[in-house]
């Protein structure tokens, strides 16, 4: 089992910034992957970005690309998201969620086994 659990949401001002973490623990040795997810009120679940737990391989949704920077910190077993010139749309909880294979799609939300419990984003206007 992995255990994840998200920090760092708050309200923010549009064009402002804000970094969300994850911190992993169990089993985190399985892990192959990270991913951001996020859920605004009356959407369904989206895919943001995602980054291999060794290596370099990262992905991006195009609505965050050039804005969102996913990142890690294998010591702490932990992946953060830097968010830069957010924008209302970006109002969510974002989901921190971890995955075991590698033959799964970054946006494919159902291949992921982790999942955190979510931290409020909010960018007022």
Known sequence: QVQLVESGGELVQAGGSLRVSCAAAGRTFSICCMGWFRQAPG?????????????????YADSVKDRFTISRDNAKNAVFLQMDNLKPEDTAVYYCAARSNWGVGWS????????????QVTVSS
Do not use: C, L, P, S
């Open 43 to 59: 959407k369904e679940r989206e895919f943001v970005a995602g980054i291999a737990w060794r290596g370099g391989a990262t992905a």
């Open 108 to 119: 494919n939300g159902y291949g992921y086994d982790y999942w955190g419990q979510g931290t």
